[in-house]
């Protein structure tokens, strides 16, 4: 395998240091490290695993922020020297699992709450809030942090440092002219607007070493106009490089397209490919660093042959599976349990429940519980598992790992659930690999998976288990009848349309503008249909802000007409009712789509109330929620039963 991809594993010289190979680990907020920001077991148990037997050649941990006022997330803290141990502990176990291992050190600019700063007074996309410009004095006092955080990383035994100028975050405001208007000597031009990175690196390395080598996550691109544009970036990289920047970790889309930078479903793999194959023939001498869903060994290795990059970006990978680098190695890749770039690893802020909990991952989650494995089955028990979705099958897969016998029961011909149905439309290629990869694991665990074999009262007494696992999922909710007149014209599920199952009118109103209603009507107007949207609430209210944005932009590109604010009034013969600001509106249709939730199916709980076995649930059918909350509650039955 390695001989169709003989760069991946190959050995390169970064600055003085030979790499084991190609990969860099990249920072993601784990959310692992405690109250007061010190590194935890939980993150270096995290790390050791992600290490693994084939460690990437450089692993840069997570940001650490270098002053107090900052306290974002449980994010890691090296504002004083009481850090340093913690993070020490970190450095030596990656040190011997054979990576290089550099920190990040950041600030969040005009994202903190509180004393919101920035270079300049530029309302935030994501909030609207204008921050404070900053004043030099202040100024100073940061690159001081910086310089003293930066001494710390380095007694702490890091083999080198990261400064994040992409993504909107402190320091990369200072580099966009969007969010850098001033007029003194820190903005105006290229020289001054990257003025003010190169004093704090050097500050660093005063108090450091003067060739302590230094990663910048770069926005190659705004892709916004009056922002960073590709020439504006790659005349300021000129001027970063000359100024001492060891190497460039390609970013792109600042704050305000941020879709870039953790590419989605909806983005193609490596989107930032040309771009940095532009910066790499500009500066053949200083390491670029190219990711962005480079997630298969062909992709990877692509970015290596064609000279786009010296250096492979993964992260997600590893989170989905930690023996992702080691089953590459081995020729084993169809055993990855893949990312499938939902970015549900991201959406920590729009989930309360999540408040006080690491990073979760919907494929894989045993996330950030790599210390405490789950325990064997004391006694091995007869497991029968109802519903063969996302909840059923982790849960079924998690109890035969653990000693115990059991058998998944489907109604279906195929496993999956609604995630098989999400996806089937164009383009989710990514979730796609899931369900697969599941049925694999379940049959090497020696699960008995049982199709077109619905549960029944009947059944379980004829099998007698010891328990069952109820995951049936859950129903879509539809209209009730006081929306509907005798001639009403025909209303189909949201989730039908996903299946491919278009209506044949011209003019269709599609009824719920969350998640399910905004790609149904994404998939109708692309289908050549007309498409009204309403929705009572926000548009996409409880869609992850990146996804959002995507389905947005391809609402709009596909001349979607959006209502939101509007609650369904009444369906008739040849329109659908609306209301709105205290007044009616009507929208000639031919047909209904509905994306109004879903209600969890509970009968056969009722079913088998009374019986001899223990019930448990999990998933959709004991409370609404995504995919990821269906594979984390399957996990924590299976790994608890």
Excluded at 293 to 321: F, M, N, Y
Excluded at 435 to 451: C, F, H, K, Q, T
Aim: charged share 20%; glycine share 10%.
């Amino acid at each position: 395998m390695m001989d169709a991809h003989p760069l991946l594993f190959s050995e390169y010289m970064f600055h003085g240091m030979k790499l084991r190979n190609r990969f860099v680990q990249t920072p993601i907020q784990t959310r692992a490290a405690d109250a007061d920001g010190y590194a935890t077991r939980e993150l270096l148990d995290w790390h050791a695993a992600c290490a693994g037997e084939a460690a990437p050649g450089i692993v840069i941990v997570q940001q650490a922020y270098a002053w107090p006022a900052v306290r974002l997330a449980r994010g890691l803290a090296l504002w004083d020297d009481s850090f340093i141990e913690p993070l020490a502990g970190l450095v030596n176990i990656l040190h011997e699992k054979g990576s290089r291992v550099f920190l990040q050190l950041g600030g969040t600019g005009s994202r903190l709450e509180g004393n919101n700063i920035a270079p300049s007074p530029v309302a935030g996309s994501w909030d609207g809030k204008i921050p404070r410009e900053m004043t030099k004095e202040e100024m100073r006092h940061y690159r001081d942090c910086y310089a003293e955080a930066g001494a710390r990383l380095f007694r702490a035994g890091f083999d080198g440092f990261s400064l994040q100028g992409s993504g909107g975050k402190f320091l990369a405001q200072f580099l966009s002219p969007h969010s850098n208007r001033r007029t003194d000597e820190y903005g105006g031009s290229a020289r001054n607007r990257v003025r003010y990175f190169l004093e704090v690196m050097d500050a660093i390395r005063q108090k450091s070493s003067a060739s302590f080598p230094m990663i910048m996550r770069y926005d190659a691109s705004d892709f916004m106009e009056g922002g960073h544009s590709p020439e504006i970036a790659m005349e300021q990289a000129g001027l970063l490089i000359e100024g001492g920047v060891s190497a460039l970790l390609m970013g792109g889309g600042g704050q305000e397209r941020l879709k870039y930078g953790v590419p989605s479903w909806m983005i193609p793999p490596v989107p930032l490919f040309d771009l940095a194959r532009s910066y790499k023939r500009s500066f053949p001498d200083t390491p670029v660093i190219l990711g962005g869903k480079a997630h298969t060994p062909e992709l990877a290795e692509h970015i290596l042959q064609s000279g786009a990059a010296d250096l492979v970006a993964i992260i997600r990978p590893l989170l989905a599976d930690h023996d992702y680098l080691r089953k590459m190695k081995e020729g084993r890749f169809s055993d990855v349990r893949r990312c499938v770039c939902c970015l549900n690893c991201q959406t920590w802020n729009r989930r309360p429940a999540l408040k006080d909990r690491p990073i979760i991952c919907t494929v894989n989650p045993a996330a950030f519980s790599e210390g405490r494995p789950a325990a064997p089955a004391s006694s091995p028990r007869n497991i029968m598992v109802a519903g063969g979705g996302l909840a059923g099958m982790e849960a079924a897969l998690e109890a035969a790992r653990r000693g115990h016998r059991v058998s998944l029961h489907e109604k279906n011909a195929e496993l999956g659930g609604q995630w098989r149905i999400a996806g089937m439309p164009p383009h989710h290629e990514d979730y796609r690999t899931l369900v697969p990869s599941l049925r694999r694991e379940l049959e090497a665990a020696g699960v008995d998976i049982r199709l077109g074999e619905p549960v029944t009262r009947e059944l379980a007494e004829r099998l007698r288990p010891d328990d069952i696992i109820v995951a049936t999922g859950a129903l879509p909710r539809s209209l009730g009848r006081e929306y509907l007149l005798p001639s009403s014209m025909p209303v189909i599920q949201g989730m039908d349309v996903l299946q491919g199952h278009l209506p044949r009118a011209e003019r269709i109103v599609v009824i719920g503008g969350r998640y399910i209603g905004m790609e149904a009507a994404c998939l109708l107007a692309e289908a050549g249909k007309k498409v009204s949207l309403i929705e009572m609430n926000d548009m996409g209210q409880g869609t992850i802000s990146r996804l959002r944005s995507g389905l947005f932009d391809a609402l709009v590109r596909l001349d979607v007409r959006l209502y939101p604010h509007s609650a369904l009034f009444r369906v008739t013969s040849d329109c659908v009712e609306a209301r709105h600001g205290g007044g009616l509106f009507l929208l000639p249709a031919g047909a209904v789509v509905t994306a109004i939730g879903t209600v969890p199916d509970r009968t056969l709980l009722a079913e088998l109330e009374g019986g001899p076995w223990n019930i448990h649930t999990a998933g959709d059918c004991s409370g609404i929620g995504d995919a990821m909350d269906a594979m984390y509650s399957g996990w924590l039955i299976g790994t608890t039963v």
